[in-house]
């Protein structure tokens, strides 16, 4: 499914789907898996359900401490 498409599903300007891809790509891959029909391992599966089910504050929480933790380990590389 193009991006198009996945903008009109879930109520966003097709800019906000490049903006999450540009700038919060763990997000944007979540959504555009969903819509592709990707398969995923059942952690993942798993963390995608736990991930819905956040309110707005705790999933930008999250996905930031996400984020500090990868950029942590390439820091120590």
Known sequence: ?????????????????????????ILYKIIYDHFNKKDFDE??????????NLNELEKEFYLSDIK???????LEK
């Not at 952690?43 to 819905?52: P, Q, Y």
């Open 43 to 52: 952690d993942t599966k798993e963390l995608i359900e736990l991930f819905k």
């Open 1 to 25: 499914m193009e991006k198009k498409e996945i903008s009109k599903i879930i109520g966003k300007d097709i800019s906000t789907l490049y903006n999450w891809e540009k700038k919060n790509p």
């Open 68 to 74: 500090a933790r990868v950029l942590k380990k390439k």
